[in-house]
Structures are given as structure tokens and as C-alpha cells.
């Protein structure tokens, strides 16, 4: 975005900077919510197997937690939609009867099941009895789900259109309901980001169980979350490489090869092409900076041979590249490195517990405690790649970025309610994480019963 | 295809209006029907469980706009850009506060969340008000369908008009009254003992109240838009909802007479519903009116989507509706009846 020439009064740079803003931080809840969900659903269910009350008093307090993420998750859920009207009218008028439909659905089938259950989840244990606080549980796992696999379809829809016509004055419509919500993109998409939330709900599972572990305190929880957080943390993190990731590399080398060359800073086309460990791209110059190449794993990877050719930005037309080429770069090797190093601690956590030494291993303890920031940034380097790796195109080869944004709404506007988003958001993120560190500090509830903080100062 | 999305968007926003408005309603009271912590506590539980169920609507309200009305939501959206912003600021601090305000049993902060929880129920209802009477008044649109709005201009209702003057502006206390009425309404169910006392008398005088404000909002609209009085009589739709409306009017007052709280917030609830129905029949066709130039109006086949689009989306539509009600009733048994906010009993605080 940064090219000289275009002035910081553009006002597509900040509408692009407040939605950027506004969904990487509300990402940061339900990539939580997701994961964390079916640990829950998990507990409850081991629960009414076995009667054992560890695995209610793990669901309790886990439920405390998911509670408060969710809330935020649904306070700054709700701009996200509104923006697309707010913000992006053009997007909305080219486009809305067919991304409308999925974010309409999302409302109509996730979010009524999400919300009806949510308050039973938290609250109703006694009032609705084992089974129907398990249900009450799977509801809002299932609700979540299905939340993320419609807002998938909306994106993917934006990354490689399909199932639509042109209506007569010129915009999209809806032709095929189903080619539209079964896009193959869709499919890979849903599953790599699923897996993804995954892995950042076991991260979270398996440092709280570190942190305990530490402490010397909740010994029985803290085995309970170490064990289910790294076992659901290794096989998540597992396929989050493979097969999900290589699939959707592979989606993207198909699809969009100009991203794929851009991800990978390969200016010139070639055979036996190179992924870089590390290294600079340098777009002026239109060179990579200091690499250290694996030869021919691109190709391998992105097409099935190491003799397959790649392409390289040089092939394509500079009003195609993406935008900014060093941030997309950066982001997509920093996801890669990152969930590599998952799959090692995750491997290492694996190991230690088949040889008994998951739990006594302070080393490992305080690795697993500390790490669980990066599911995070790895998650949203994820994205970033995905919505970098777009530009300049809002919809791929349909609508350019600088078609779509509300040309009503100056700069200055967009710079206010930015500003306000951001200072309201600075708030409820320290008010999350003190909540959030005062359940962590009062710990897995004994008995079952009072509501959460009353019986710390009782 | 069209009138029946339009119907459909009425009748979502209706819903959402009728179900959150007394959450609204019931916020505002707080101070004045809760003078202690147990109590206040009451009138959160009142809320608490369901508040992001009732908050749904709105978002399946902003899918279905998008989906049906796409050149509407466009227009409309960014030509209100500031006032929106300031709604979603507005939910998302009335969220918050609701939902935090419970977790720590201290004084200073629960009434820290109080005052935040009136004033953001206040500052919602005085919103989402001005927007009803902006829905009426029309904004000025171009004959591109664009617009920008101030927040104001010359407090008049015609030519480049602002999102506040003396109409919009008298709806939306019209609407923070009827609002008051129907959350005190709510309360009376739900509630014992004090607060429950309170609500009735509030729930009467404020219903009392609203008679003459409604006689004079009705003066107001003919007056800013006469051709919408000769539109009511030619919609048999709006006579049914009319008809509703009487007739929920009725429960209402027998209801609350009569110490039938069910039946008085039933009334109530169906009161607001016919008359915002019968409102959006008389609107149709036109669903944003240009205050510049009538002949720039959005009309709903105007700003609406293909119709191969539409008809797709009714059956999905359908099946997700009978869903969503399908779990208000498994659930709604759990949050029937008063509300206890004892430490034991895992209701909402």
C-alpha cells in the first residue's frame, strides 16, 4: 500500500487498516472458542462415561474461561458485519446477493444456536442434569463450527468465486447455491483453519495445565489439561501442515500463482524452484536479500515434481503482484516457522509422556507454559498471508480493492472511528485478561455450585 | 420475491425491536426501579442469559439486508456512517457491561458497570430511535443513491437533512418512552418483591403516557410525509396489523390491570409488533426516501437482489427460522418465570 504517490489521505488505506484491525483482533476469540469448544464437549462427555468429577470440575472452569472469550468474541463480532455496509458499500452492492447469503446464514443457523445455548453451557449445570449440559455443550461447539465454516465460505468465495452469474445491470448474483457453499476452496480452507483453532485451543489448555503444574497446585487438573492439550495439540498441529496447509499452498499455486510467487519472493520463473528458509525480498530491485534455498521444494510442493515450473512475478503484470510483497512474504514464513516449532514441542510433550515425564519435566513445563501466545500470531499471520496474498483484487479477478470501499466516507471518518475502535478495544482486552487472570488464580472450583468470584471474597 | 424479503426484513427487525427493546427499556428503569445491589442484581438476571440471543436478530437483521437489499444496506450503511459506529459502540459496552459487571462482588465496581449498562441501554434506545424516524423521513439522497449524513444541519425535515432534527428527534423520545413502558412491562414478570412493585406502577404510567405522545407522533408524520396517512388506507396489511395491534393494546391494559403479567407483556410485546408492522406496510414500496428529490428513492426493487438470488435463499431461510424458534423452546423453560439471584441456584449472577 505504501508506494509513493498514494498520500495518507487515501481513503482506501484506512478503511483496509480498520477492517484489518477490527478482525485480527476479534479473531484472537474465536480462534479460542473453536478449540477450546470440544475440549469441553470432550470433559462433559468423559464425565457422563465415567462419573468422575475431575473431568466436571475441568469442564467448569474451562467454562468460565470460554464464557468471557466469548463474550468479547461477540461484541467485537458484531462490527464485522455491520463494516461490510459501513465501510465497504461497493463490495456490498457488486456483491451482496451472493456473500450475503452465507453471512445471512450465519446469523440464521450459528449464531441462534450458539446464543441459546450459551447461557445453559455457563450457568445450567444443575438445572439441566448431565446429559443436557453435555448437549447444551455440543450445541455450542457445533454453533461455532458452523459459524467459521460460513464466514470460510464468504472468504473463499473473495479468493476463488464460484457458483455466480452476472445480473443485467453489471453485479453478481447467486447461480448455483451449492457450487457456491461447496467451493473446493471452501473445503481446504475450512479444514486448515479449523485445525488451526485447534492447535491455539490446546496451546491455551496445555499452558494452563504447565502453569499449574509449576505452582504445585490442582495436581489432578493440571495432568488432566497437560495431557488432553498436547495429545489434541500434536495431532492438530500435525495436520495443520499436512495435509491442510499443503493443500491450501497448493489451492493458492493453482488458483492465484502471482500470490504464490509473491508468498515465496520469486521474481524469476524457473524449474527446480526454491522455498527459502530465510531471507529479504527486495522489490526494487526484485531480488531476494541473504537466502538460504531448499532447491526445487516449491516446485515439489506446489505442483507434485521437483522439475514442475514455477512461475515467477516477472511472468505476471505489475498491476497484478499483491500490494505490499515484504509483509505478505514475512507473514507466510513466519506461519511455516512457527508451525513447525508446534509440531516439535507438541512431538517433544508426546515423547515425555510416553516415557512418564510429561508432567515432572520443568524445562518442557515452562516451554508448554509460554508458548501459548504464538498459536495466536501464527493464526494471524494465517490470515494475513490469505488477505495480503489477495491483493489488489477484494473478489479475485472481479473486484479490485480500490472498487469497493464507500466512497462516501472520507478519510478523516474512517481515521476517527478507527482511533475509537482502537481505544475501546485497548480497554476490553485488559479487562479480559484481568478476568480471565482472576478465574486462572482462583483456580478449578472444589465443589460445583456458586457462580464464579462470589465465593473468593465470601 | 421482493415484497416477501421485505416482509421478511420487517418482520426481523420487528422481532428484534420487540425482544431487545425491552432490554432497553429495562436498562434505562434500572436506577429508578433497583435501589440496591440485590436488586440491580435482579434486573440484570432479567436480561443477562438471553441478551445475546435477542442481539442475534440484529445480526441476522444486517445478513438478510445484505442478502435481499444489497443497494440498500450499501446507501444506507455508509450514508449513516457515524451514527452506526456509535450503535455498535452503544452494544458493545451494553455487552460488556452486562456481562462483567457480575463477576466481582464489589460495590464499587458493580456500580461502575451500572452506570455504564443506563447509560448505553439510553444512548441505544435514543439511536435506534432517531433511526426509526430517519426510516420515515428519508435521508438526502442523490440521484447516484448516495448520501453522507451530519449529524445535523437545520433541524428541518426536508432538503439536505441531518440525522437528528425536530422529528427524528421527537421519535426518538417517543420510542425511549414506549421503551421504558415495554422494559417495565418485562420487569413486572420477571421481578418480586420491590422492584416487581415499581415496575407495575412505572408500567402504568408510562403506558398512560404513551397514549398522547403517539397521538402527537402520528400529527408529526403526516405533517413530514402526508402521502403515507393515504398509503395506510390503501394497505389491507396494514389494517391487519393494525388489528394486532388493537387487540394486544387490550391484553396490554387488562393484563396490567388486572395483575396478569404474562398477558401484559404478551400485549405489549404484540403492541410494538403491529405498529411497526403496519409502519413498514405503509412504507413499501419505498425503503429509503430521498428528502431532496422523491424521485431518487430507493424503492425495494430498486435496492433489491436478483431475483434467482432470492429465491434461493427462502428455503434455506425457512428451515433456519423454524430452527432458531426450536431452540428458543427448549430453552426458553429454563429462563420462564421470576428470577432468582440467590448464590446457588447458577442463574446469571
Not at chain 2, 127 to 152: E, H, I, Q, W, Y
Not at chain 2, 160 to 177: M, N
Request: neutral net charge; aromatic residues 14%; contains cysteine.
Amino acid at each position: 500500500m505504501a508506494d509513493p504517490g498514494i498520500p495518507i489521505t487515501d481513503p482506501a488505506l484506512w478503511h483496509r487498516i480498520q477492517f484489518a484491525f477490527t478482525i485480527t483482533y476479534h479473531y484472537l476469540f474465536p480462534q479460542l472458542t473453536m478449540g477450546l469448544a470440544w475440549f469441553l464437549v470432550f470433559w462433559k462427555w468423559r464425565a457422563l462415561r465415567t462419573g468422575e468429577e475431575k473431568y466436571n470440575q475441568a469442564a467448569r472452569f474451562w467454562a468460565k474461561i470460554f464464557g468471557l472469550n466469548f463474550a468479547v468474541g461477540v461484541v467485537t463480532g458484531i462490527p464485522m458485519e455491520f463494516q461490510f455496509g459501513t465501510n465497504w458499500a461497493g463490495f456490498s452492492r457488486y456483491s451482496g446477493s451472493v456473500i450475503g447469503q452465507t453471512l445471512a446464514m450465519e446469523g440464521m443457523f450459528a449464531f441462534f444456536l450458539e446464543s441459546a445455548f450459551i447461557g445453559a453451557l455457563i450457568w445450567g449445570e444443575k438445572r439441566l442434569g448431565p446429559r443436557n449440559h453435555f448437549l447444551a455443550a455440543v450445541g455450542v461447539a457445533t454453533g461455532s463450527w458452523l459459524s467459521g465454516s460460513f464466514i470460510l465460505i464468504t472468504n473463499s468465495f473473495m479468493q476463488h468465486p464460484v457458483g455466480y452469474a452476472f445480473a443485467p445491470d453489471g453485479t453478481l448474483m447467486l447461480a448455483n447455491l451449492r457450487d457456491y457453499l461447496l467451493n473446493p476452496w471452501a473445503v481446504v480452507q475450512f479444514a486448515h483453519n479449523q485445525c488451526a483453532a485447534l492447535v491455539t485451543g490446546s496451546f491455551v489448555v496445555a499452558a494452563m495445565g504447565a502453569f499449574y503444574q509449576l505452582r504445585g497446585v490442582y495436581a489432578t487438573q493440571a495432568q488432566l489439561y497437560l495431557r488432553a492439550g498436547t495429545l489434541v495439540g500434536l495431532i492438530s498441529s500435525l495436520l495443520v501442515a499436512f495435509p491442510t496447509g499443503d493443500s491450501q499452498a497448493k489451492m493458492v499455486g493453482h488458483h492465484q500463482p502471482v500470490t504464490l510467487a509473491a508468498m515465496e519472493g520469486r521474481f524469476q520463473g524457473g524449474r527446480l524452484a526454491d522455498i527459502t528458509v530465510i531471507g529479504q525480498p527486495n522489490v526494487a530491485e526484485q531480488r531476494l536479500e541473504n537466502p538460504i534455498p531448499l532447491p526445487g521444494v516449491l516446485s515439489f510442493l506446489a505442483y507434485g515434481t521437483f522439475q514442475s515450473y514455477v512461475r515467477g512475478l516477472n511472468e505476471f503484470p505489475r498491476e497484478t503482484w499483491p500490494d505490499n510483497i515484504e509483509l505478505l512474504y514475512y507473514a507466510f514464513h513466519l506461519m511455516i516457522t512457527l508451525g513447525t516449532i508446534f509440531i516439535l514441542i507438541m512431538a517433544w510433550a508426546t515423547w515425555s509422556r510416553w516415557r512418564g515425564r510429561l508432567e515432572s519435566n520443568p524445562l518442557l513445563l515452562w516451554v508448554l507454559m509460554l508458548s501459548f501466545p504464538f498459536p495466536y500470531i501464527a493464526n494471524s499471520l494465517g490470515w494475513m498471508t490469505a488477505e495480503l496474498g489477495r491483493q489488489p483484487w477484494l473478489i479475485y479477478g472481479l473486484l479490485r480493492t480500490k472498487e469497493g470501499y464507500s466512497k462516501v466516507v472520507s478519510s478523516g471518518d474512517t481515521i476517527f472511528t478507527l482511533i475509537g475502535f482502537a481505544g475501546l478495544y485497548f480497554v476490553l482486552g485488559l479487562l479480559f485478561l484481568y478476568l480471565v487472570g482472576r478465574e486462572i488464580y482462583h483456580g478449578p472450583d472444589e465443589e460445583s455450585g456458586a457462580h464464579h468470584g462470589k465465593e473468593a471474597l465470601s | 420475491m421482493i415484497p416477501l424479503w421485505y416482509g421478511i426484513l420487517a418482520f426481523m427487525l420487528t422481532v428484534y425491536v420487540v425482544l431487545d427493546g425491552r432490554n432497553f427499556g429495562a436498562g434505562m428503569l434500572h436506577w429508578i426501579v433497583a435501589r440496591n445491589s440485590a436488586e440491580r442484581r435482579q434486573v440484570i438476571a432479567a436480561i443477562g442469559p438471553l441478551w445475546s440471543w435477542h442481539e442475534v436478530w440484529l445480526v441476522g437483521v444486517g445478513g438478510v439486508m445484505i442478502m435481499a437489499f444489497p443497494k440498500l444496506m450499501s446507501a444506507a450503511f455508509s450514508g449513516y456512517y457515524l451514527a452506526l459506529i456509535l450503535i455498535l459502540w452503544g452494544i458493545l459496552l451494553r455487552g460488556i457491561s452486562i456481562e462483567v459487571g457480575g463477576h466481582i462482588d464489589d460495590q464499587l465496581w458493580q456500580t461502575f458497570w451500572d452506570a455504564v449498562f443506563v447509560f448505553s441501554n439510553g444512548l441505544l434506545a435514543v439511536l435506534f430511535g432517531a433511526a426509526m424516524g430517519n426510516v420515515v423521513r428519508g435521508a438526502p439522497l442523490a440521484k447516484d443513491g448516495s448520501f453522507f449524513l451530519s449529524f445535523f444541519t437545520n433541524f428541518q425535515v426536508r432538503g439536505p437533512v441531518g440525522l437528528l432534527d425536530w422529528y427524528t428527534l421527537s421519535v426518538a423520545v417517543f420510542c425511549v418512552l414506549v421503551l421504558l413502558a415495554h422494559g417495565a412491562t418485562y420487569l413486572v414478570m420477571r421481578t418480586e418483591g420491590p422492584v416487581h412493585d415499581r415496575s407495575v406502577a412505572l408500567a402504568r404510567r408510562l403506558w398512560v403516557a404513551a397514549v398522547p405522545a403517539f397521538a402527537i407522533i402520528t400529527v408529526m408524520t403526516w405533517n413530514v410525509r402526508p402521502e403515507l396517512l393515504r398509503g395506510l388506507f390503501e394497505r389491507p396489511l396494514a389494517w391487519g396489523a393494525m388489528l394486532v395491534a388493537a387487540a394486544a393494546a387490550f391484553a396490554l391494559v387488562t393484563g396490567l390491570l388486572g395483575g396478569h403479567e404474562r398477558r401484559a407483556l404478551a400485549g405489549s410485546s404484540f403492541l410494538l409488533f403491529g405498529v411497526l408492522l403496519s409502519g413498514a406496510a405503509t412504507l413499501y414500496p419505498v425503503m429509503l426516501f430521498s428528502t431532496v428529490d422523491p424521485a431518487a428513492s430507493l424503492t425495494a426493487a430498486a435496492c433489491a437482489s436478483p431475483e434467482q438470488s432470492l429465491r434461493l435463499a427462502i428455503w434455506w431461510w425457512a428451515v433456519a427460522l423454524i430452527l432458531a424458534f426450536a431452540y428458543l423452546v427448549i430453552i426458553q423453560r429454563h429462563y420462564s418465570g421470576k428470577v432468582n439471584v440467590s448464590k446457588d441456584n447458577q442463574g446469571i449472577y
